[in-house]
């Protein structure tokens, strides 16, 4: 499994949306991502991939792609 | 200047000079901005005869009283944009404050949280031991403000567990295997005052059980009133729970739903401390008059956070008095204080005083 289906899998899993539509999904979009199931996304990704964000990362992660962006600077690779 | 630039300035390094003068600039905009966007506000501010001109400092902008949000619906943005509406703890029969927040205010509530406490905590999450239920979160449609503080605070967790399961019984064992998990680091512990003495403090020392906290800081808030009343002072509160787990370090803080974000965290003199971002005033209840530094009176705190709703100038029901300013032990910069007690009269209220009034 490449990291970007890691990635895409703890969304689909977390939010019962197919990877389609979470590829497209914002924070606050659907009920599933408010800000307690942000924590929940945040932890997650944390235990997927073995890493620790900052605070001003998890506040600024606001969308599936904004987190790819932000989940780079913690070596998390997305090149397919 | 926007709110960004404001929330770059960092959060206890702005001295009186410069901070003063931002603050009565950025409160005035907020006066104006909120007479163009919230209707009933804005005949309120004629009704106090309200001219910029007449603002020389920051004690001159009109202040609005607490309770009026339980009173009033006040809203600047539109309806569509409210995408969370915080309300106060009330139990039946009280009235809840209702305060309303699109995603710009919302956001900045926590950015916010997040400049001041990690002065406190450092840049780094830590282990997070949460002095609560896992159920107050749950209901994600009524969002109290003891669930909305756990949720702004978690942000600091790295693992978090739940000290208490829904029965609020304390779940030693849980808690133990955590602290092994996390030996060596640490620890960050989150609880409302009433939550941590009732289910913490005196459940570790009825079960006769000591916990290793050493390494531990402690922060909780949400209101005296209730220990008070079985005369819990602060410093007991302290000792007893130092008692029951080591020389845990321990920091109040001092915040209300009407502000989220801006809280005034505890030194460790025992100040609780205004950041750049906001800023308390003392007042007389003879006339409102600015109190000078040392005198007890009626705390207004001011805020520069507050965009969807007018509350940027809030008057609470708290006494206390200003200890000083930029000139804290502790290093620190802007006002320090201390909270005396509630305004006789007003309404027993705060999150932890509101679960309270169940155990009386």
């Known amino acids: ?80 | 200047m926007t709110y960004e630039e404001v929330l770059a300035l960092p959060p206890f390094g702005v001295a009186r000079e410069e901070k003063q003068a931002m603050l009565k600039e950025e409160l005035l905009h907020l006066t104006q901005y909120h007479q163009a966007h919230c209707a009933p506000y804005a005949r309120m501010m004629d009704t106090v005869g309200f001219s910029p001109r007449r603002v020389g400092r920051a004690e001159d902008i009109p202040f609005l009283p607490v309770r009026l949000f339980k009173e009033m619906e006040l809203c600047s943005v539109t309806k569509e944009a409210v995408f969370k509406t915080m309300t106060s703890s009330g139990t039946t029969g009280q009235q809840v404050s209702k305060i309303f927040l699109d995603r710009e205010t919302a956001t900045n509530q926590q950015k916010t949280l997040v400049r001041i406490v990690s002065d406190w905590t450092g840049r780094s999450r830590m282990p997070m031991l949460i002095i609560d239920c896992p159920s107050v979160v749950r209901n994600r449609a009524m969002f109290s403000a003891r669930g909305a503080g756990i949720l702004g605070f978690s942000i600091f967790g790295r693992k978090k567990l739940y000290a208490l399961n829904d029965a609020m019984e304390l779940q030693t064992d849980a808690i133990r295997a955590f602290l092994a998990e996390h030996a060596g680091e640490r620890i960050l512990i989150f609880g409302f005052t009433f939550m941590v003495w009732q289910h913490f403090c005196k459940a570790l020392k009825a079960a006769g059980e000591r916990l290793p906290l050493e390494n531990a800081v402690l922060i909780h808030g949400g209101g005296w009133k209730k220990l008070a009343a079985k005369a819990v002072s602060p410093a007991a509160f302290r000792a007893a729970l130092q008692e029951v787990c080591g020389a845990v370090e321990v920091a109040d803080y001092y915040g209300m739903v009407e502000q989220t974000g801006c809280i005034y965290l505890e030194c460790e003199h025992g100040h609780l401390h205004a950041s750049t971002y906001s800023d308390v005033i003392v007042r007389r209840a003879a006339d409102f008059s600015p109190a000078p530094f040392g005198e007890r009176g009626i705390i207004e705190v001011v805020s520069l956070l507050p965009k969807s709703y007018p509350g940027h100038a809030l008057l609470t029901e708290d006494e206390g008095i200003v200890l000083g300013e930029d000139d804290c032990p502790c290093g620190r910069k802007g006002k320090y204080f201390k909270v005396v007690g509630r305004l006789k009269h007003a309404e027993l209220r705060g999150c932890s005083d509101t679960y309270a009034a169940a155990f009386k």
């Open chain 1, 1 to 80: 499994m490449t990291d970007l289906e890691k990635y895409t899998n703890v969304f689909t899993e977390l939010f019962a949306k197919s990877a389609d539509e979470v590829k497209k999904l914002h924070y606050q979009d659907i009920l599933e991502w408010d800000s307690v199931g942000h924590m929940t996304l945040i932890s997650s990704l944390e235990e997927a991939f073995d890493i620790m964000m900052e605070t001003d990362d998890i506040i600024d992660f606001e969308s599936y792609e904004k987190g790819i962006e932000i989940l780079k600077k913690y070596g998390v690779s997305f090149d397919a």
